[in-house]
């Protein structure tokens, strides 16, 4: 999928931590790593919303700090704006002026003791360069942008309600006008009628400022809203990638069907939860099971899913996924 | 028949801050055998509510009203009384499994001591808890062994069936060795059916779940949510689910109150209450979950945030954020009228 308006874009990036020798160089312990982020291929248009959807563990939020460069990748590539910027040798400050992040709690991405105006206007000083007088200006653009009142400039996290943070969180992201947000559950923290706030926001601010979003959320709804393109990764693999409507109402993977027939749907005339035959839960990445990693929670699976891991593949127009037997959950 | 009346329950909290006013003259009535839940944002009192049916509120509160559990007063009954009705008569449990267990003892030792508890006050009937305690620690005229837990030699075999049986019925595979675990060794889906397992042990006649799925990735909310409800028939009780998510109401309850900063502002069937949903806070938070997609979609989110609860507005308090306020809002509190179909709601534009 090499195109001239793709904003990022990862090739089999893999993120392994070191786990059981502790601080010792000498143990005799085995080595072994989790598996957090293994071989993930994604890639992001210009003006587009992918969403990853997966559960605790399934290494989304991993993945965000990685492509963020926060924590170094174990293997693969990525590149965002044209550049390839996982080798090490970029300036951090030249992808962060274009790639910016908003995570699940604003209470600890906010500094408690800095003024909602200086949270904003540090990074606007040292990333940008800018002066005071084009931090002030800037900041109350940003902060009016989101729809907040610019006196808040003067407050501190603990004066604002919970939607006001995440607005402030929001405002401090799109304050050196990036091009990519990475979006970290950024309404899982909210109330039912801010989220539906935030989330109108985000749209609107993609609108306006042609943003790129990469959304990380277990919310299904949440993702079916803002994305474009949905990613469904499960145990640090993407198990089925596509467009939006495609994999919501037409999933082709076990797991992605598991999922979305396990979300409580607002209906009291259809309790699908109730019907849900999801058995297990998410192994664990230490030591995840051999061939397909959803096979021990798998309706359909047979002898070659414990052996064989699935390759995404093609079932139709860009619709990818990765299972033996994508021809029986066709007939679903 | 009701189980549970609640009538004008008030209740605040003093803080350094100020008087919080986390539930203000809230009624209502739970009938046996029922699914009820309560749903309502952040602050509404909806936890509040849970704590103090369960006797749990902390000492800095001034409280209000009556709760009638089976004809007596939880109210009058003061802390020892309490001690009779909760867990054995009421039983509860929380948003997070892992913090409600004990870290230090095994799974199976903390059950087995929820089970021996209630099989000594069945044969002592109904006396005094601290009693029962102390029979349980240091027994010598009952047929029980002092301090049955630590370790599996000592528990008695029939009550390690029940368990097995207890874990078996919330559907944790290998109940045996997961009777050797400590918490720390099991997942947070797991852990919450433990709690439930514990809670239900008790055979208690209403089980209060505060947020029982919050904590859960949706695929184990989804197992946990069916058992909910499998289980409501299968042990004959009521459950009275606290939640601020109504898809996961509409899902398993048979009836819902819609709180709204510490007021009762709708009661209804669950179905009427998605047809028909009187409250323009119930509407507006209709609004905000059913959504669709950006390009198709009719999301209207209420605007403004819920109002601090040490300074509230001297009217309806939805008033500031309600599309269809008007000067009476502003100024008087609106009262619950019942109209057809048991549909009670808390509004002007319905009367009163």
Known sequence: ?332 | MTLLDISNLTVQYLTGGGLVNALDSVSLKVSENEFLAVVGESGCGKTTLGLSVIGLLPESRRVRGSINYKGKDLMKLGQRGMRDYRGTEIAMIFQEPLTSLNPVYRVGDQLAEAIMVRRIRKELGDKATGEVMNKVYNTKDINIPPRLMRGKQRVLSDVKEEMVRWLSLVRIPDPEQVLERYPFELSGGMAQRIMIAMALSQEPALLIADEPTTALDVTTQAQVLKLMRELMAKVSTTILLITHDLAVASQVADRVIVMYAGEFAEDSEIHDLFSRPMHPYTQGLLNCILFDTKDGSSLSPIHGSVPDMRNLPPGCRFAPRCLHAFDRCQSNRPLPVTKENHHSVSCFLYGK
């Open chain 1, 1 to 332: 999928m090499a195109n001239e308006n793709l904003i990022l874009n990862t090739v089999n990036l893999k993120k392994y931590f070191k786990i059981g020798r502790g601080m010792n160089p000498f143990s005799h312990k085995e080595q072994r790593y989790v598996r957090a982020v293994d071989g993930v291929s994604l890639s992001i248009q210009e003006g587009k919303t992918v969403g990853v959807v997966g559960e605790s563990g399934c290494g989304k939020t991993t993945l965000a700090k990685t492509i963020t460069l926060l924590i170094s990748p174990t293997g693969g590539e990525i590149h965002f704006d044209g550049k390839r910027i996982d080798d090490g040798r970029v300036n951090r400050r030249d992808i962060y002026r274009n790639m910016q992040m908003v995570f699940q709690d604003p209470d600890s991405s906010l500094d408690p003791q800095m003024k909602i105006g200086d949270s904003i206007g540090e990074q606007l000083r040292g990333l940008m360069g800018y002066s005071d007088a084009e931090v002030k200006k800037t900041v109350r653009e940003s902060l009016e942008g989101v729809g907040m009142p610019r006196d808040l400039a003067d407050r501190l996290p603990r004066q604002l309600s919970g939607g006001q943070k995440q607005r402030a969180a929001i405002a401090r992201a799109i304050s050196p006008h990036p091009k990519l947000l990475i979006l970290d559950e950024p309404t899982s923290a909210l109330d039912a009628s801010v989220q539906a706030q935030i989330l109108t926001l985000l749209v609107d601010l993609q609108k306006k400022f042609n943003l790129s979003y990469m959304l990380i959320t277990h919310n299904i709804a949440v993702a079916k809203y803002l994305s474009d393109t949905i990613a469904v990764m499960y145990s640090g693999n993407v198990v089925e990638y596509g467009p939006t409507l495609a994999v919501i109402n037409r999933p082709r993977h076990p797991y992605t069907m598991a999922l979305i027939r396990s979300a409580p749907v607002p209906d009291p005339w259809k309790r699908n939860i109730l019907q849900a035959e999801i058995k297990g839960e998410v192994p664990s990445a230490i030591n995840p099971p051999s061939g397909c990693r959803f096979n021990p929670r798998c309706p359909y699976a047979e002898d070659v899913c414990k052996t064989e891991k699935p390759q995404l593949e093609e079932t139709s127009l860009s619709h990818l996924v990765a299972c033996h037997f994508v021809e029986k959950t066709a007939a679903t």
